[in-house]
Nanobody, 121 residues
């Protein structure tokens, strides 16, 4: 069992930055890779970024490259998503998820409750 809790969402102006955090806990958390996803109103959930838990390998959706950075702190069992140059189109609920598979495509079997990010123009 893995529990994921996101934090750090909020309201930010276009061009600004925000840092999201995903706190992971559970007996098997060290064997899981973590992905960030987002879902805007009326749209399908989309992949944002991925990081392996121990290897530190990362992968990003093309539209996030250069603006978003995923990182992890194994001592704290957290995975952060640093977002910069935010645009109104980045407004969404952001979720972190855990997968046992060494691929950004998952499948993901544990999800957090999400944190709202709103970017004003």
């Amino acid at each position: 069992q893995v529990e994921l809790v996101e934090s750090g969402g909020g309201l930010v102006q276009a061009g600004g930055s925000l840092r999201l955090s995903c706190a992971a806990s559970g007996r098997t958390v060290s064997t899981r890779a973590i992905g960030w996803f987002r879902q805007a109103p009326g749209k399908e959930r989309e992949f944002v970024a991925y990081i392996t838990w121990s290897g530190g390998n990362t992968y990003y959706a093309d539209s996030m490259k250069g603006r978003f950075t995923i990182s992890r702190d194994n001592a704290k069992n957290t995975v952060d998503l640093q977002m910069s140059s935010l645009e109104p189109e980045d407004t969404a609920v952001y979720y972190c998820a855990a997968t046992r598979y060494p691929s950004w495509s998952g499948p993901y079997d544990y999800w957090g409750q999400g944190t709202q990010v709103t970017v004003s123009s």
